[in-house]
């Protein structure tokens, strides 16, 4: 940030205390951030922690918020705001989107809840603040990166149409075991929703979806073997964007072999089930232990003809690991995932614009080369 700003961070868990922490270390003039959570002990921990990690002096005031029953305190921190980072589960985000429309405040969440950002969409259209929505790391960072590789592409070889557009990530832990070949780095608030709602690919030019994991596949980056599938939210609005330009578009979340099988043999046992979500959800967390130390690995790929008909293939790989920030040495998810978040707040803050900007909008070089990007996926 290169003037003062009151930044409202609603959420509580790993991905909001990595953004502050990261907003009050690397900014040029460092904001006053406001850490707002239902568990009103919870926002005082992360409050807490932000100021004994960084190296710079700060103020970081933590406050109860209850989306549901907004109370006279939250009110008037809302009022003295100037932008919101939404890092509450996917099914509040149109909830706070509309409180960050109601105080004029800008605006970045990271859900990949396709529904929940199609309300938004709806309801932020006309708002006199920037709403940028599906910001992270997948949906977010990798997305523009992928339009990125399409804009290059096209412009290096004089076409306007591609043949394949292809995107992964993966949270995934330095090993694996049998039978799940799986350890949560993150919240696993959102695993299962991925696993079982649609996925929206191009295929042969045109928008459509396809179940999620109904495409699984091997993949060889950096010479480490993973598996790939299909999974819902991460491909953002690019389908949107680059219908009748890319014949097959996808995302694909990355996983360690044999994790897939794994997940499709409890899905047989949930064929009755009234809920499958939570029963998996409940399943993962039963089985799949918490892992601490992690790692991001990425891949993004463009392939086409050039003007004269060769077939051509460019690609970009990334393997990222745990890094400290200030004083604390923050896991690889949680670095990935609240830089794009607040890189997308000093952009809106900076530039002012209105209404809702989607990943496929943003200026991709400037921002992949963002000075809070930069630091964690390197320079473009």
Same mark, same amino acid.
């Given at each position: ?16 205390? %990595? ?6 270390? $690397? ?82 969440? =990271? ?15 006309? %708002? ?9 790391? %997948? ?18 070889? =004089? ?18 075991? %049998? ?6 780095? $993150? ?8 696993? =079982? ?6 295929? +042969? ?23 790939? +599938? ?19 578009? +996808? ?95 000093? $952009? ?33």
């Amino acid at each position: 940030m290169k003037t003062h700003y009151n930044i409202i961070i609603a959420g509580a868990g790993g991905i909001a205390e %990595a953004a502050g922490l990261i907003m009050v270390e $690397w900014s040029k003039v460092t904001p006053t951030i406001y850490i707002g959570n239902r568990t009103l002990s919870k926002a005082q921990n992360v409050a807490k922690w932000i100021m004994e990690g960084t190296t710079k002096p700060c103020k970081v005031i933590a406050f109860h918020l209850d989306p549901s029953d907004i109370s006279n305190e939250a009110t008037a921190i809302f009022n003295n705001g100037d932008a919101l980072l939404d890092c509450l589960p996917g099914s509040l985000a149109p909830k706070m989107a509309t409180l960050a429309k109601s105080n004029n405040l800008y605006y970045a969440n =990271l859900t990949e809840y396709v529904a929940e950002t199609n309300q938004i969409k709806a309801m932020a259209k006309n %708002a006199k603040t920037g709403f940028v929505l599906q910001t992270g790391l %997948a949906p977010g960072y990798i997305d523009v990166l992928a339009n990125h590789l399409f804009q290059e592409f096209c412009k290096q070889y =004089l076409v306007e149409q591609v043949d394949t557009l292809e995107f992964k990530v993966g949270a995934l832990t330095n090993h694996a075991i %049998a039978p799940h070949f799986y350890g949560f780095t $993150w919240s696993p608030v959102g695993v299962a929703t991925e696993y =079982l709602k649609d996925s929206i690919v191009l295929r +042969d030019y045109k928008k459509t979806s396809l179940p999620a994991l109904s495409e699984s596949a091997r993949i060889i980056i950096n010479g480490i073997t993973y598996e790939e +599938d299909l999974t819902s939210g991460g491909a953002a609005d690019l389908p949107d964007a680059l219908e009748g330009k890319v014949k097959n578009l +996808d995302y694909k979340t990355l996983r360690h072999p044999g994790h897939y099988a794994w997940v499709k043999d409890q899905l047989k046992n949930l064929t009755n089930s009234k809920d499958p979500i939570a029963d998996l959800q409940q399943i993962m967390q039963d089985q799949i232990p918490h892992i601490e130390d992690d790692q991001i690995i990425l891949y993004a790929a463009v392939e086409g003809k050039d003007k004269n008909g060769v077939l051509r293939r460019h690609e970009i790989a990334k393997a990222i690991k745990p890094k400290q920030v200030g004083k604390h040495t923050l896991r690889a998810i949680q670095t990935t995932t609240a830089a794009p978040l607040v890189q997308a707040i000093q $952009w809106l803050l900076e530039t002012k614009p209105q209404g809702v900007v989607l990943q496929s909008q943003l200026e991709t070089e400037s921002f992949l080369n963002g000075e809070f990007i930069t630091p964690i996926y390197g320079k473009i």
